[in-house]
Every structure is written in structure tokens, then in C-alpha cells.
Nanobody, 122 residues
Framework: QVQTAESGGGLVQAGGSLNLSCTETRRNFGSAAMGWFRQPPGKGREYVAAMRWRDGGTDYADSVKGRFTISRDNAKRTAVLQMDSLKPEDTAIYYC???????????????WGQGTQVTVSS
């Protein structure tokens, strides 16, 4: 089973930026895609963004398009989620996930990380 290590997150003012990193730390069967979900306070988990290792293809939720960018370092098996123009409604626990494809991740059938807190103050 793929395991991941997440870093980044923290507290930022509205309009600011933060980066989240996710690295695969152990691979048995590997993954073809990596992405992020988030869980706002009192709400369910929602999809944020994902990318494909093979060609760097990306996908974003409408709520973050134009503000968040996901990139990859294949050699380090690390993906970075750059979050710009942050809003208070982006406040959530952000979870890294790996899976066999972007559609698999979007369907919630990936392997999850421990999560990291992102708080955006108004």
C-alpha cells in the first residue's frame, strides 16, 4: 500500500498563499495519480485537485480553479499544491491521496494521508 508524508499548511490571512507537499514514502504497487481533498469544519470531505504522474495532467475543483496549482517532481515522487488568493472558506484539513487514476481519486477510492490543517483568517 502506498504511504505518503504531508507537509506545509498553517495559518495565513485572506489573500495570502501557502504550499502543501506530499511525498510517497513507500510503494508496493505504486500510484498513477496524486491529489488533495479537504474537509472544512463541520462538513464532509471534498475534492480539491489531482495530477497524473505519467504526463503531469491535472484536474481542479471549480472552487479552486485559477487559484490553486498542482505540480510534481517525479524523481522525488513529490507533488506540491500551491494555493494562492486564499479565502476563509478554504479553511480545512487537507488530505493527500494517491490512486490508480485521477477519476479514481475523484471518486474517493484513493489511499489517504494523515492530513494537515490550513486556516485562512479574514
Amino acid at each position: 500500500q502506498v504511504q505518503t508524508a504531508e507537509s506545509g499548511g498553517g495559518l495565513v490571512q485572506a489573500g495570502g498563499s501557502l504550499n502543501l507537499s506530499c511525498t510517497e514514502t513507500r510503494r508496493n504497487f505504486g500510484s498513477a495519480a496524486m491529489g488533495w481533498f479537504r474537509q472544512p469544519p463541520g462538513k464532509g470531505r471534498e475534492y480539491v485537485a489531482a495530477m497524473r504522474w505519467r504526463d503531469g495532467g491535472t484536474d481542479y475543483a471549480d472552487s479552486v480553479k485559477g487559484r490553486f496549482t498542482i505540480s510534481r517532481d517525479n524523481a522525488k515522487r513529490t507533488a506540491v499544491l500551491q494555493m494562492d488568493s486564499l479565502k476563509p472558506e478554504d479553511t480545512a484539513i487537507y488530505y493527500c491521496a494517491t490512486g490508480s487514476s485521477i477519476p479514481t481519486l475523484i471518486a474517493g477510492r484513493g489511499s489517504w494521508g494523515q492530513g494537515t490543517q490550513v486556516t485562512v483568517s479574514s
